[in-house]
């Protein structure tokens, strides 16, 4: 009998690197993400994301982090897709970190996003599961480049992006709610890449598969 893991590959991954784990969300964790959000993942007087899905109501927000991944679910397909995968630290759900990209097996590259729970961040947590999702796309997704992006007064992400090896690739003027914003650019290739502790993967096949390395 198929499991879900069978009709969507990205849930029966699992990536660990000591006692963090980046697995695919089943539906169960993803009461549990929404739940995570609502206890707050930035300041209430600052705005880190260029979309503000933090800003909506407490009693929303789970259900709109729900409908975000299962619309990353119904939408994957080799031309556009995004690997989006919880984040545990010794079996606590701690945040989200993922992979978006489009025209992979062309481009071979992929944007890195993620979001960490308040009572979660300063712990270098970020830097960890920012390392494992990169180890995974260089050493098992065939990627040669991995960018990232992050709004100038957002240090904290400038400064995990940079721990891990990117570059500046540029500044632009971007609308953030109402207001211009400088966003800053980032790219990492595997030449500068820092590594974190050594990954191990379970699953990855079946993802290959589906978007169409293998």
């Not at 739940?35 to 929303?60: C, I, K, N, Q, S």
């Not at 079996?91 to 970190?97: A, H, M, P």
């Not at 609308?175 to 379970?202: C, Q, Y």
Request: charged content about 25%; hydrophobic content about 40%; glycine content about 10%.
């Amino acid at each position: 009998m198929a499991t879900t893991s069978d009709l969507f590959p990205p849930l029966g991954l699992r990536v660990r690197a000591g006692d963090l784990e980046l697995r695919g969300l089943t539906d169960d964790d993803l009461v549990a993400l929404g739940e995570l959000a609502v206890r707050g993942v930035h300041p209430p007087d600052r705005m880190p994301f260029y979309h503000p899905w933090t800003e909506a109501p407490a009693e929303d927000l789970p259900r709109q982090v729900a409908q975000f991944h299962w619309g990353v679910r119904a939408r994957f397909s080799p031309e556009s897709w995004s690997l989006d995968l919880g984040v545990w630290v010794d079996g606590e759900l701690v945040g989200s970190q993922g992979i978006s990209t489009q025209d992979y097996l062309v481009t071979r590259t992929g944007e890195t996003g993620s979001w960490l729970g308040m009572a979660h961040q300063g712990r270098g947590i970020g830097t960890r599961m920012r390392q494992a999702i990169c180890a995974l796309a260089f050493d098992h997704l065939d990627a040669v480049e991995v960018t990232s992006g992050a709004f100038l007064d957002n240090p904290a992400s400038i400064a995990v992006s940079r721990k891990v090896g990117y570059v500046d690739n540029g500044v632009t003027r971007k609308r953030r709610k109402d207001e211009m914003a400088e966003h800053l650019a980032l790219r990492l290739t595997p030449e500068t890449f820092v590594r974190g502790e050594p990954i191990e993967v379970e699953g990855i096949e079946p993802v290959r598969r589906l978007i169409g390395l293998d």
